[in-house]
């Protein structure tokens, strides 16, 4: 059983480009998180979601910033004209439904670099 | 606002000694996970503390929380190099899936 996927592992940009992060929940998983990594800092989140449902985007930035998460396909998250401060790990992490007990799976991360 | 906040930040430990990590929120929250992060790396999964008084051990790693102190602590016993990492906690917001972390606290174990 694959464990969460997120593609690609790296992401150059130049300021002004479209960056789209993609992340593929664990098999049976339908719920999933993204978050937010500057250097040195903890994770912030920014996004939860569910098969085609936006829960909460309490944390995502009200312009540029976009996610979702298709019947079928991977989550993605979608950052248009990308600026230096969008520098950053992000990671996806997923759970299936009724699980809140348990631990929560993340994914390797992509790390985006904005030139 | 929930704010976790952990201390120390940063702790530089002799092998074979032993040492407590401390993460205290604000809020009510009775879910409470502990994450292991080495550089450049994911998250690993550590702990999941469900309830007042919980206690779990892994290896040479101990967890405990006190919900009415609103007080967690990640305990290191007998430390080794290969625990050298970030550790951070992470506390669900009201319940609603939603982690907030902790500014996690860089280990480094040294012969």
């Known amino acids: 059983n694959a464990g969460v996927m997120q593609n690609p592992r790296h992401l150059v940009r130049r300021r002004g480009q479209e960056a789209r992060l993609r992340c593929s929940p664990m098999k049976g998983h339908s719920h999933v998180y993204w978050y937010r990594q500057l250097p040195e800092e903890g994770l912030k989140f920014m996004v939860y979601?569910?098969?085609?449902?936006?829960?909460?985007e309490s944390g995502m930035p009200k312009e540029r910033f976009s996610a979702e998460f298709p019947k079928e396909g991977p989550s993605i998250l979608r950052i248009q004209q990308v600026v230096r401060g969008d520098s950053a790990a992000y990671f996806c992490?997923?759970?299936?439904?009724?699980?809140?007990?348990?631990?929560?799976?993340f994914g390797s991360g992509t790390q985006l670099s904005v030139l | 606002e929930l704010k976790v906040e952990q201390n120390p930040l940063f702790l530089s430990m002799q092998e074979g000694k032993n040492y407590t990590i401390y993460c205290n929120y604000s809020?009510?929250?009775?879910?409470l996970y502990w994450y292991r992060q080495d550089p450049g790396k994911s998250l690993e999964s550590l702990f999941v503390?469900?309830?007042?008084?919980a206690v779990k051990q892994e290896g040479r790693l101990m967890a405990s929380l006190d919900t009415k102190a609103r007080l967690s602590t990640l305990h290191i016993t007998a430390a080794v190099h290969d625990l050298s990492a970030t550790y951070f906690c992470?506390?669900?917001?009201?319940?609603?899936?939603?982690?907030?972390f902790g500014t996690g606290t860089r280990l480094q174990v040294f012969p």
């Open positions: 992490a997923s759970s299936r439904p009724g699980a809140r007990n348990e631990k929560l799976f």
């Open positions: 979601l569910q098969k085609e449902n936006i829960i909460d």
């Open positions: 992470a506390v669900d917001l009201y319940n609603t899936d939603k982690l907030i």
């Open positions: 503390l469900l309830s007042n008084g």
């Open positions: 809020t009510t929250s009775d879910r």
